[in-house]
């Protein structure tokens, strides 16, 4: 008699390692990281301001989409870590405007203001998530099997 877990094992190893790649639709690749990216941003806002969590968390959320998603959607990956991040600050800046603390910012800035002046202040992660997500999306473009 054996276990569930090594029926696990026994189906794990059957498997062609050519079907554990690259197994997320566009959709799918997108709707995770929302998820995934409002998940630590929720955790991040726990002390009342968003921080290096939330920058961290949108790298590797950019990153994990562009290595995760099928052939047809390497586009949507490599669009979407701008639009990500915008949203994303759009819903910090709607629901908690004063975990955006950026120096010289008026007090009475609106949602677009906030908005606006966060995405400018997460510049670096945009740039380094976006430019990492564009090179894993051209290696995976140069090394795909004809």
Do not use: K, N, W
């Not at 696990?8 to 190893?13: E, F, T």
């Not at 910090?92 to 955006?100: Q, R, S």
């Amino acid at each position: 008699m054996s276990s569930p877990a090594a029926g696990a094992v026994i189906a794990l190893a059957r498997t062609p390692a050519a079907a554990a790649r690259y197994d997320l639709t566009p959709r799918a690749a997108v709707v995770c990281s929302v998820l995934g990216l409002a998940t630590v941003t929720a955790l991040d806002l726990l002390d009342g301001r968003l921080g290096l969590a939330f920058s961290v968390a949108f790298v590797l959320v950019v990153i994990s989409a562009a290595t995760a998603v099928q052939e047809r959607g390497m586009f949507t990956a490599g669009i979407m870590p701008p639009v990500l991040l915008v949203g994303a600050l759009l819903v910090v800046a709607t629901l908690a405007p004063d975990a955006i603390v950026i120096s010289g910012m008026p007090e009475g800035t609106g949602v677009f203001g906030r908005t606006l002046s966060a995405t400018i202040a997460h510049g670096v992660p945009l740039l380094v998530g976006h430019a990492i997500a564009i090179a894993v999306i051209v290696g995976r473009i140069l090394t795909v099997r004809r």
